[in-house]
């Protein structure tokens, strides 16, 4: 029998990201069956059925969920929308794998996943970076490494959003992620840029997590190369990665690179393969991967709404320019 999978929303995080994720699962798993995509504008939705491998397109999801009966759900909509369509989703019993972020706030956040508790329907939330190949293997690497402080850079080119939140939570959420740690505390300031627009800065989170680490995340939205840094410092060791971000921009750092150092000698050092397909390194695939394997196989994925609380918290914070975030017990 068939496993039938329906993804609503065809734009360019769809078309860059999921799209292939979609057509090399369907090529590496027979029975499975990418039955439609849906999206508002026709034109687009057609042109993602026909590059992806998808079946049928549809303008309107009700219609799309009510002819295909998915046993599976991509949701890639605007942050407006992923409330909404997350609570239709989880009320139809339809497993359902979102992007990020898991809600605007603490409140839609928890919503979903309260819905999620009571229909008991599996989810997940799309953080790509924790399925990179290179940050997996950063994970690895931290197993039984002790870390006394974290550091993380994110660097775009003219970016000028008036809400840059929903951005950050990506670097937000993979500290914590390798971590393996909830943020205690974690401080704020905010620099403008000379310029332009009020609303854009460069934004510094101190942190503490919960196991006494430290931790400098560093946003700087219009600086000049498109690049992402991670290194974990331990006592006398170093675990350094530089992440195969692919955008708009040519990455500073592709392919990406990650480094282990302890006592002043490099121990490993491996980079990202080169014929790896962007989509691939980027964690993509790996997270639509994990998701279907998981509904396939009748279990519950890692990841769920409720596992991204807190970095949609603190990319709040960022969104109403506060200056502290203390931790909920």
């Known amino acids: 029998m068939s496993f039938k999978i329906c993804s609503i929303g065809c734009g360019g995080m769809a078309q860059a990201g999921h799209g292939p994720a979609f057509r090399k699962y369907a090529q590496m798993n027979p029975d499975i069956k990418l039955a439609a995509?849906?999206?508002?504008?026709?034109?687009?939705a057609e042109k993602f059925r026909s590059e992806f491998g998808f079946a049928r397109s549809y303008t309107e999801w009700e219609e799309m969920i009510r002819q295909e009966k998915p046993d599976a759900v991509s949701l890639i909509v605007p942050v407006t929308l992923t409330e909404k369509l997350t609570i239709q989703m989880l009320r139809r019993k339809i497993p359902v794998i979102l992007e990020k972020p898991p809600?605007?706030?603490?409140?839609?956040?928890?919503?979903?996943a309260d819905e999620a508790q009571r229909t008991e329907t599996p989810n997940q939330v799309a953080f790509n970076r924790r399925y990179m190949p290179i940050i997996r293997r950063f994970a690895q690497l931290r197993q039984g490494r002790t870390a006394n402080l974290w550091q993380y850079d994110f660097f775009r080119v003219n970016r000028r959003d008036q809400d840059f939140s929903t951005t950050c939570i990506h670097g937000?959420?993979?500290?914590?992620?390798?971590?393996?740690c909830s943020y205690r505390q974690v401080k704020f300031t905010y620099h403008p840029i000379a310029d332009a627009e009020d609303w854009v800065a460069d934004i510094i989170l101190d942190c503490e997590f919960r196991d006494g680490a430290a931790g400098r995340i560093i946003f700087s939205p219009m600086t000049g190369i498109v690049a992402e840094r991670c290194t974990m410092h331990g006592t006398n060791q170093l675990i350094s990665c530089t992440l195969p971000y692919h955008g708009s921009t040519k990455p500073a750092d592709g392919p990406g690179r990650i480094l282990l150092a302890?006592?002043?000698?490099?121990?490993?050092?491996?980079?990202?393969?080169?014929?790896?397909?962007?989509?691939v390194s980027n964690g993509f695939y790996g997270e639509n991967a994990a998701f279907f394997d998981c509904i396939r196989a009748g279990g519950r994925p890692d990841g769920d709404i409720l596992?991204?609380?807190?970095?949609?918290?603190?990319?709040d914070c960022i969104r109403h320019r506060k200056a502290l975030y203390e931790a909920v017990l």
Not at 37 to 44: E, K, S, V
Request: charged residues 30%.
């Open 307 to 315: 596992s991204g609380l807190q970095s949609v918290e603190i990319a």
């Open 262 to 279: 302890q006592n002043g000698r490099i121990l490993l050092e491996e980079t990202t393969p080169a014929e790896e397909e962007d989509f």
């Open 103 to 112: 809600g605007m706030n603490r409140e839609q956040t928890l919503r979903m």
């Open 172 to 180: 937000i959420d993979t500290v914590r992620f390798l971590a393996g």
């Open 37 to 44: 995509c849906c999206d508002i504008d026709a034109a687009r």
